[in-house]
């Protein structure tokens, strides 16, 4: 009789070792891809970002106003001068700056009234408080000719502002763009703030308060 020979076959394990090897392929590459994907965003973000802050600095620095110079253009008129009733400041739109509306451009007057109260005297260089609802425009080109409603300013263009320091007021309908009246030796701070853009400040100082005395 002839022996019979069996043959053992060794478990082939290859198959399940490359179907391991292709899970943690797949496994890496949905890492990858949800890693890639949160860098994008960050970096889309911190884009945005840069863009916004870049934006709000140009804004800071170009749109704002400079002022050329300030005096007094009315005082009280009664004899020797003793308050100045109206400043007029000389200024330019910064370098770069957008087109600007007048409504757009405020001023702010910080002042002692000789006690213990501080006043503030605010406004828009457009105002709609005036008399029966009528537009005021306190802004004037450099020749003197006024301004009207709806008026802006470019970069580069000089006007004037002209500001009512009168304390008794002159428009019962909106006392708010009066007030610090100015006598001799008053310091008083001045902010002229562009909405949307930047902010200028300055001192005001009255060495003399007739008409056409340099205060800035």
């Not at 890496?28 to 949160?38: H, K, N, P, Q, R």
């Not at 800071?60 to 005096?71: F, H, N, P, R, T």
């Not at 006024?146 to 007021?169: E, H, K, L, N, R």
């Not at 030796?185 to 005395?213: H, K, P, W």
Request: hydrophobic share 40%; net charge negative.
């Amino acid at each position: 009789m002839n022996a019979s020979k069996t043959q053992y076959k060794k478990n082939d394990d290859g198959a399940s070792i490359g179907i391991g090897a292709m899970i943690v392929f797949i496994a890496l590459i949905l890492v990858a891809a949800v890693a890639s994907t949160i860098i994008i965003k960050t970096a889309e973000e911190l884009q945005q970002r840069a863009e916004a802050t870049g934006d709000d600095t140009r804004d800071e620095i170009s749109g704002k106003l400079q002022i050329v110079m300030a005096y007094v253009s009315i005082d009280d008129n009664a004899g020797p001068a003793t308050a100045a009733d109206e400043v007029t400041l000389i200024v330019q739109m910064a370098a770069g700056s957008d087109s600007t509306l007048l409504t757009d451009i405020r001023w702010l007057i910080v002042c002692n009234d000789g006690t213990q109260n501080v006043d503030i005297n605010t406004g828009a260089l457009e105002d709609a408080g005036g008399a029966a609802g009528a537009a005021r425009v306190f802004a004037e080109e450099i020749d003197g000719t006024a301004m009207t409603s709806g008026d802006a300013v470019d970069a580069g263009q000089t006007f004037a502002i002209v500001i009512d320091t009168d304390d008794t007021g002159d428009d019962g309908a909106n006392p708010s763009v009066d007030g610090c009246q100015a006598g001799v030796g008053d310091n008083q701070e001045l902010r002229l703030i562009v909405d949307g853009g930047g902010e200028t400040y300055s001192q005001l100082t009255f060495n003399s308060i007739t008409a056409g005395s340099l205060i800035v």
